[in-house]
């Protein structure tokens, strides 16, 4: 009886399974220990030093956490995956990371309640709130591939002719609250500088983060020959198609900002009355013309 042998090239199989650096866990032993020493180390202190310190917990640790999720987290070795952990992968680690560090710091925070250690952790927990916040909404908004509206609302050859782009000025109040913040925080304006900073950082930025997001991540405006389609929304999506015909008429709102950087808002007003809006448009009065000339 024959037996018959099947050769493959070398390189397909024959290449040596990856073994993960031993840096990886050094540094995770490193920011482990950095986080603990900078959490003991904030309390005998008070006031400026005793904040430098925690800051240097709420940076470390959920690196600490990030970076452990990032080592040890299962890889399925064999199957190609480019450089390593594509950037979906190490954004939904990142997220929950920093959900992970959160989530203990309020939990022992609340567990030693009346300790100086868990008055930090507590702290600690509260000021990475908005981090988390911001990073899943970030990873919620990235959880599709971006395709073409056309291919999936549109009338069957129906060509795009012009696909709107979103700008990125979309964020600038967003940097605005942040650049606030860390003002209020270094000027010497003591106890109301840290309370506005605060009420800033825990409520008005994940909040303008948030709408950033949605605009950016989850705008889309395609015109065809004869249709126009849009989609806006973050947690729901509200898609809408219509007939190049049956809009009445298009609005442009551009503030300053939006004149200075090209962007602005669109107002849609139907033939039956109906209206809407696409906000964060990429040169939103080229998209009017492109709208009124067949």
Known sequence: MNESTHNHPASDYDEPPRRRSR??????????????????GSFPFWGGRSFVFLLFF?????????????RWWPQRDAQKVGDGIDWRRRLHLSAAGLAIAATVSLLLGIAWFGTAAGTML??????????????????????RERGTLAESMLD???????????????FLPTIGVITVILLLTLAPLGTIGYGVATVLYLIVLPGTAAHALSIFFNTELEVT???????TGLIVRTFRVLDRDDIQAVGVYQGWLGKLFGYGRMSFICRDGFGFKVPGIVDPEGVRKILSTR
């Open 58 to 70: 709420v940076l470390l640790f959920p690196a600490t956490v990030i970076a452990a999720l990032m």
């Open 156 to 170: 069957p050859g129906e060509e795009v002719v012009y696909q709107a782009q979103v700008h990125w000025g979309v």
């Open 122 to 143: 507590t702290v600690a927990g509260t000021m990475l709130l908005p981090p988390v916040v911001i990073l899943l909404l970030l990873t919620f908004s990235t959880r």
């Open 23 to 40: 840096f990886g866990g050094w540094l995770v032993l490193l920011l482990g220990l950095g986080a603990t020493v900078s959490l003991v």
């Open 225 to 231: 020959q004869n249709q126009m389609a849009a989609a």
